[in-house]
């Protein structure tokens, strides 16, 4: 089991002295306000993005020491655009998975169109493996993409707001999915609710800092999403599960007059 573990990790004036740690097997979300940092600290783990401060490690190897095959063989994402053209099919892009396990000359496997099936299968694409990646709806895009990581069979998931264009029940579907794949996951969630009931803990990030860190109960409070936020909620524990479930009220907090200026 994989544990990342990221030291003062700074980039520039958008990430400032980040420590975090996912523990082997864990599922760790990043919640924050939009320009929070979410993203970039994402990209200086999966190594789009260098950092100009701090260590990503894992399991005591620096993720930037590494060559881009070697990380890719640890580490899949699933970005939060995905919006990219690939003249492939959905079945060929899922493929794709397997390149960091292979020398750039070898073609795919039985193997191979095996486990991309098999992946297709999990997010609901069979029926669609035959159509061009760029036919797809956003949603269907986006599930392709998780296939892709799965095919990719890393120890590290990084997943950027991977319910990014999917209707509800796929966005089940997917959380439900990274919790059972045996893996470590780090993902960005604006939702904060799908954040409580998916997430084992949570580390919220507002400009660029880590500002707590904890379990969902301990860290989606009333008080937090005053602070952080600046939105008015209850937060109560869900009938059957027990998550939090966070409760927004109308109108600016306080009860002050909301502002029209």
């Given at each position: 089991?994989?544990?990342?573990?990221l030291?003062?990790?700074?980039y520039?004036?958008?990430?400032r002295?980040?420590?975090?740690?996912?523990r082997?097997?864990?599922?760790?979300?990043?919640?924050?306000?939009?320009?929070?940092?979410k993203t970039?600290?994402?990209?200086?783990?999966y190594g789009?993005?260098?950092?100009?401060?701090?260590?990503?490690?894992?399991?005591?190897?620096?993720?930037?020491?590494?060559g881009a095959?070697?990380?890719?063989?640890?580490?899949a994402?699933?970005?939060?655009?995905?919006?990219?053209?690939?003249?492939?099919?959905?079945?060929?892009?899922v493929?794709?998975g397997?390149?960091?396990?292979?020398?750039?000359w070898?073609?795919?496997?039985?193997?191979?169109?095996?486990?991309?099936?098999?992946?297709?299968?999990?997010?609901?694409?069979?029926?669609?493996?035959?159509?061009?990646?760029?036919?797809?709806s956003?949603?269907?895009?986006q599930?392709?993409?998780?296939?892709?990581?799965?095919?990719?069979?890393?120890?590290?998931?990084?997943?950027?707001?991977?319910?990014?264009?999917?209707?509800?029940?796929?966005?089940?579907?997917?959380?439900a999915?990274?919790?059972?794949?045996?893996?470590?996951?780090?993902?960005?969630?604006?939702?904060?609710n799908l954040?409580?009931a998916y997430?084992?803990?949570?580390y919220?990030?507002?400009?660029?800092?880590?500002?707590?860190?904890?379990?969902?109960?301990?860290?989606?409070?009333?008080?937090?999403?005053?602070?952080?936020?600046?939105v008015?909620a209850e937060?109560i524990?869900?009938?059957?599960?027990g998550?939090?479930?966070?409760?927004?009220?109308?109108?600016?907090?306080?009860?002050?007059?909301?502002?029209?200026?």
């Amino acid at each position: 089991m994989t544990e990342l573990r990221l030291h003062g990790l700074s980039y520039e004036d958008r990430l400032r002295s980040v420590d975090l740690t996912v523990r082997p097997g864990e599922t760790v979300g990043l919640i924050g306000p939009n320009g929070s940092g979410k993203t970039t600290l994402l990209r200086c783990v999966y190594g789009t993005l260098a950092p100009t401060a701090g260590r990503a490690t894992l399991d005591g190897d620096d993720l930037h020491a590494l060559g881009a095959k070697a990380r890719a063989r640890r580490v899949a994402t699933v970005p939060q655009d995905s919006a990219t053209e690939f003249e492939l099919t959905v079945h060929e892009l899922v493929a794709l998975g397997r390149s960091p396990h292979k020398r750039f000359w070898e073609g795919d496997t039985d193997a191979d169109r095996g486990r991309a099936a098999a992946a297709l299968a999990r997010v609901g694409l069979t029926e669609l493996a035959d159509r061009p990646y760029p036919t797809l709806s956003g949603g269907e895009r986006q599930r392709a993409l998780v296939a892709r990581a799965l095919v990719q069979a890393p120890a590290l998931l990084v997943l950027d707001e991977p319910t990014n264009h999917l209707d509800i029940r796929h966005q089940l579907d997917v959380l439900a999915l990274v919790r059972t794949l045996g893996t470590t996951n780090l993902l960005a969630l604006h939702d904060l609710n799908l954040a409580g009931a998916y997430c084992d803990r949570l580390y919220v990030l507002e400009r660029g800092r880590i500002v707590t860190g904890g379990t969902p109960a301990e860290v989606l409070t009333p008080a937090l999403l005053d602070t952080v936020y600046g939105v008015e909620a209850e937060v109560i524990p869900h009938p059957r599960t027990g998550s939090p479930t966070v409760v927004y009220l109308h109108g600016p907090p306080g009860g002050q007059e909301p502002s029209i200026m």
